[in-house]
């Protein structure tokens, strides 16, 4: 009887993951991108600040990393990446790129806002969500998590003089003189302001919100709209 209703929990399980990814909300969905497909990638996924915030932006997204995060090969797999000082500085690098602005830019945009309104009122969201955690096949890799070899070979790992000898060395590492000496570089604040008030990125923070409904003018003048003239003053 247990082992029929852990079927039948993880049946459930499945299907709200599916209704969700091919759901009411398939056409709120952002341009296609390759998902990580593997641990290892999502550690490098997460860690990239110029692409990290699709979770963010797309519902569907956000539901998959949630369910990636929470299985205990991704524990191991960013405690191995932690210990190279690789990630540290790709992660760094990604941070202080312009892409960074407007990839976070994005979750201003009013069509996202509006895709995570609708979301949180579908009840195949909370079904998905609940199914991350409620799953009973993770619940037992979790349990089992301590008999993993992956988990041994982290623990040697700390005692592995080669994971000292990298962080030791890093130092010498021109990557690393090359992202400390963008701060001293005046193109490398010219190509940050230039992100933030390009089109491509400042336009979705704020943008949609300067649209009004069914295109009526504006009765004040807004940048890149056309002058509707002056207002009125009022009478006494």
Excluded at 15 to 25: D, E, P, T, V
Excluded at 73 to 98: C, E, G, H, K, W
Excluded at 189 to 216: K, L
């Amino acid at each position: 009887m247990q082992t029929r209703m852990k079927a039948l929990a993880s049946a459930l399980s499945l299907c709200a993951g599916l209704l969700w990814s091919q759901g009411s909300h398939a056409q709120t969905a952002a341009p296609a991108a390759a998902m990580p497909q593997t641990h290892e990638e999502w550690v490098q996924y997460l860690s990239n600040f110029t692409q990290n915030a699709d979770m963010l932006v797309d519902p569907k997204k956000f539901v998959a990393a949630l369910n990636a995060v929470t299985e205990p090969r991704f524990v191991i797999a960013a405690l191995n990446a932690m210990m190279n000082p690789n990630l540290y500085m790709q992660s760094v690098a990604t941070l202080m790129d312009p892409r960074a602005y407007s990839n976070y830019a994005r979750t201003m945009d009013p069509k996202v806002v509006a895709d995570w309104t609708q979301a949180l009122m579908d009840p195949q969201f909370f079904a998905a969500v609940s199914s991350v955690f409620a799953d009973p096949n993770k619940l037992a890799r979790w349990v089992m998590a301590p008999l993993d070899p992956a988990v041994m070979s982290v623990v040697l790992n700390l005692l592995n003089p080669n994971v000292y000898l990298r962080w030791g060395t890093i130092g010498l590492d021109p990557r690393l003189w090359t992202m400390l000496s963008n701060t001293m570089n005046p193109n490398w604040y010219g190509a940050w302001m230039g992100g933030m008030v390009a089109p491509q990125s400042y336009g979705p923070s704020i943008g949609g919100w300067m649209q009004t409904p069914f295109n009526a003018p504006l009765p004040y003048p807004v940048p890149g709209a056309p002058f509707p003239g002056l207002m009125p003053s009022p009478q006494p």
